[in-house]
């Protein structure tokens, strides 16, 4: 039987991140889950190999981080992957919990600042959100992916066999 990290599987990506603290907790989190994390640049910070490990982050060898130059660069690779789009948005109406993942998804969030552009928006094979209570803004972007992801996972590498 073929390793869990060699199977196909979901991908983590970053619409151009703001803070460097949030993206080396994403990384640590791919690195330990072994799910791969893109970042669409531009980045917010120095996503170079020194400045990350400058930052602490001694994951990154284990980490299998993508970066794409531009969204045009991630969407042609996604798209010639043949990989679904699943965006995650305040601005949605489908709790994350109720939808089906599949290991061919790249779980899209954005930048800390100002979410993702309408055109990303459109491009959504599938828009979900993180339920909160009224009048909460946003989560910590790290904790949102750590859900999301937790979620995909449980639903296609841990879940119980029936």
Known sequence: MAQPDLLPQPSIALFQPDIAGNTGTILRLGACL??????????????????LRRAGMDYLEMSRLVRHVDLAAFQTARQSAARRLVLLTTKAETNYTNFTFSAQDTLLFG????????????????????PMQPGARSLNLAVSVAMVAGEALRQLRWAPAR
């Not at 799910?35 to 910070?45: C, D, H, K, N, S």
């Not at 930048?111 to 928006?121: I, K, M, Q, T």
Request: hydrophobic fraction near 40%; proline fraction near 8%.
């Open 34 to 51: 072994g799910l791969p994390v893109e970042v669409i640049g531009p980045a917010g910070f120095d996503l170079s190999d020194r400045a």
């Open 111 to 130: 930048r800390e600042s100002a979410g993702v552009p309408d055109s990303l928006h459109e491009a959504a094979d599938a828009r979900l959100t993180i």
